[in-house]
């Protein structure tokens, strides 16, 4: 059983659409993360959530919204795609907001836009 | 300047070389981890150390709060030892500075 899961893995799409990655965990974790990485492989954080409620928000554009319907699952959706948004996002997990926890990463969802 | 600076930015070794990689930051941390990255792109993490020293298997991971500065060494490299090594730390809360990567190259 994968411990976090996000879909799709691939994703192609045209500039201006609006799209939506999925993540899930089953580690039972209260916190919930998204990061990006760009195509210098640098790692960001965009968002964290703490049983269902914003804990981080990064500077980044308001057409990224992240959705926790409940504290297993963060989803992200991304509305009027550019060409910049093209990355690779990894959705997270850890056991409660504390620096001394373990991180566990999805696979990464590898976005496109054309 | 990245809060977080790591080197070498790139590694090739020959197999059964011993490794190093350094990590140091410019904040204070209550937290730092070493992540490993795989050519498919999935992330594990290998160690969170606010202290002293931990050891897994064949990889060490070192930190000295004094001079903020990590280091993570693998023992007896493999080829399957090659990823990319990501440092990032957590200065409170959840949010982790990640370093910009170490591409480590074992060859057999």
């Known amino acids: 059983d994968t411990a976090v899961s996000q879909t799709p893995k691939y994703l192609v799409t045209q500039m201006g659409n609006d799209k939506s990655i999925k993540c899930e965990q089953n580690?039972?974790?209260?916190?919930m993360y998204w990061y990006k990485q760009d195509s210098k492989k640098f790692l960001k954080i965009m968002f964290s959530?703490?049983?269902?409620?914003?804990?981080i928000n990064e500077t980044v554009p308001n057409r990224f919204s992240p959705k926790s319907p409940d504290k297993a699952h963060l989803n992200l959706h991304i509305n009027s795609l550019e060409l910049g948004d093209s990355a690779v996002y990894f959705c997270?997990?850890?056991?409660?907001?504390?620096?001394?926890?373990?991180?566990?990463f999805g696979e990464g969802s590898w976005l496109t836009v054309v | 300047k990245n809060e977080v600076e790591q080197s070498p930015q790139n590694l090739t070794a020959q197999e059964g070389e011993f490794i190093t990689i350094n990590c140091s930051y410019s904040v204070g941390i209550s937290a730092l981890h070493w992540l490993q990255q795989h050519p498919g792109g999935g992330i594990v993490s290998l160690f969170m150390?606010?202290?002293g020293k931990k050891k897994h298997g064949r990889l060490i991971a070192t930190i000295n709060i004094q001079e903020k500065h990590s280091s993570l060494h693998i023992t007896a490299s493999h080829p399957r030892d090659s990823a990319v090594y990501i440092c990032a730390a957590t200065s409170g809360g959840s949010r982790l500075t990640f370093g910009e990567g170490t591409q480590l190259t074992v060859n057999p």
């Open positions: 150390l606010s202290s």
């Open positions: 959530y703490n049983n269902k409620e914003l804990i």
């Open positions: 997270a997990s850890s056991q409660g907001v504390t620096s001394g926890n373990t991180i566990y």
């Open positions: 580690l039972g974790h209260d916190t």
